[in-house]
T-cell receptor, first 114, second 113 residues
């Protein structure tokens, strides 16, 4: 596809359950980012991957959050034991390299924790 | 400390008029980039314009221009000839040494017909 894709588009889960969110970056983009946007708020950085380097996890809010990127392409963000405050839109972005100016965003996954 | 500040939570502008959306930033890095993104009600984040800290000219992209005042640490977005489709949330963001984007709280722009 031409753009960044994310799945699912919407996820409703119960408190305490684990969820996995998927991101397919633009083909050939080596940098991949995860952001979170809570209701009415700006975007909060979570984690980024650059090629085969160790990811920058400095934005992850707790150890319940983790992410991996397989084969330098698809990424999965996992939230364990979800809490209501995890409800947000999770946005993925990719860029050609980590220093490239423009980050292309996916449509996001809206997570609702009941 | 807040790195990106957008002081206008909401703005109205008359169609065909120009509007300026404010953004101030804080960084001790010499090399950094400033971005503006548009987020319509559909939720997608659309890149509008980029300004590098070493760029001497203000960036322009069609009806968008970035009024970069380095000494004041401001990077205001100017939209000329507003259109109804410009109604959206606008986010200012900065990339410094950390490589990730830090976003401001956003400004909701509403264009009146």
């Amino acid at each position: 596809g031409a753009g960044v894709s994310q799945s699912p588009s919407n996820k409703v889960t119960e408190k305490g359950k684990d969820v996995e969110l998927r991101c397919d970056p633009i083909s050939g983009h080596t940098a991949l980012y995860w952001y979170r946007q809570s209701l009415g708020q700006g975007l909060e950085f979570l984690i980024y991957f650059q090629g085969n380097s160790a990811p920058d996890k400095s934005g992850l809010p707790s150890d319940r959050f983790s992410a991996e990127r397989t084969g330098g392409s698809v990424s999965t963000l996992t939230i364990q034991r979800t809490q209501q405050e995890d409800s947000a839109v999770y946005l993925c972005a990719s860029s050609r390299t980590v220093s490239y100016n423009e980050q292309f965003f996916g449509p996001g996954t809206r997570l609702t924790v009941l | 400390a807040q790195k990106i500040t957008q002081t206008q939570p909401g703005m109205f502008v008359q169609e065909k008029e120009a509007v300026t959306l404010d953004c101030t930033y804080d960084t001790s890095d010499q090399s950094y980039g400033l971005f503006w993104y548009k987020q319509p009600s559909s939720g997608e984040m659309i890149f509008l314009i980029y300004q590098g800290s070493y760029d001497e000219q203000n960036a322009t992209e069609g009806r968008y221009s970035l009024n970069f005042q380095k000494a004041r640490k401001s990077a205001n977005l100017v939209i000329s000839a507003s259109q109804l489709g410009d109604s959206a949330m606008y986010f200012c963001a900065m990339r410094d040494a950390g490589n990730m984007l830090t976003f401001g709280g956003g400004t909701r722009l509403m264009v009146k017909p």
